[in-house]
């Protein structure tokens, strides 16, 4: 998923007040250690810096919600931050 999906993805799925937008999740995405699992209609968004994973967002489309696909990402950026070396997420 690009920035500007990801972006209408957090728009739609989250009610706050300013939903990420493109240009914030291009510097996430850009920084070491990112960590970006998606399917199109979820994703979890995270880094993992040293032996540390932090997951930063995670969001699944309404028209997903409640068939596991967050529950799979979540255990997806667990899987990728454990092959990356983090053995500790907050």
């Not at 999906?5 to 999740?25: C, G, I, K, N, Q």
């Not at 850009?30 to 930063?56: N, S």
């Not at 997903?64 to 990402?73: D, E, I, K, Q």
């Amino acid at each position: 998923m690009n920035a500007d999906a990801l972006a209408a993805l957090h728009a739609a799925a989250e009610t706050v007040d300013r939903p990420w937008s493109a240009s914030d999740f291009d510097d996430i995405l850009g920084r070491p250690g990112a960590l970006l699992i998606a399917d199109g209609d979820t994703f979890a968004l995270g880094r993992v810096t040293l032996d540390e994973a932090e997951l930063l967002m995670i969001a699944a489309h309404p028209d997903v919600r409640r068939r596991g696909r967050a529950t799979a990402a979540l255990r997806a950026f667990h899987a990728a931050a454990r092959a990356r070396g983090a053995v500790r997420a907050i």
